[in-house]
């Protein structure tokens, strides 16, 4: 049975940091696509980033360029985000997701695995 357990959520100030990570178990994912959605309450989820086969390939939402960085631990199959700047905009539930194959990074639909969620909170 395969588990995300996403961590690392919170409330910070405008203009500050947090990293998100998510482990996975029950599957190896290190081949196949790993990221990172938002989604706020009427809103459709968003991908923030994603990437695939060991980083060979990564995308951001162009919000979040340059501020949130995916990286991952394929040895201990985790994907993490680091999130710099932080805006109340991002303020969000982050799930976490992951797939063993490649296909579209940004459809949620091609992510067959998800985690439960973790709130992030910007104040202003």
């Known amino acids: 049975q395969v588990h995300l357990v996403e961590s690392g959520g919170g409330l910070v100030q405008a203009g500050g940091s947090l990293r998100l990570s998510c482990a996975a178990s029950g599957r190896d994912f290190s081949s196949g696509s790993m990221g990172w959605f938002r989604k706020a309450p009427g809103k459709e989820r968003e991908c923030v980033a994603a990437d695939r086969n060991r980083g060979a390939h990564t995308i951001y939402a162009d919000s979040v360029k340059g501020r949130f960085t995916i990286s991952r631990d394929s040895d201990k199959n985790i994907v993490y985000l680091q999130m710099n700047r932080l805006q109340p905009g991002d303020t969000d539930v982050y799930y976490c997701?992951?797939?063993?194959?490649?296909?579209?990074?940004?459809?949620?639909?091609?992510?067959?695995?998800w985690g439960q969620g973790i709130q992030v909170t910007v104040s202003s």
């Open positions: 997701a992951a797939d063993l194959y490649w296909r579209d990074l940004k459809a949620a639909a091609n992510y067959a695995y």
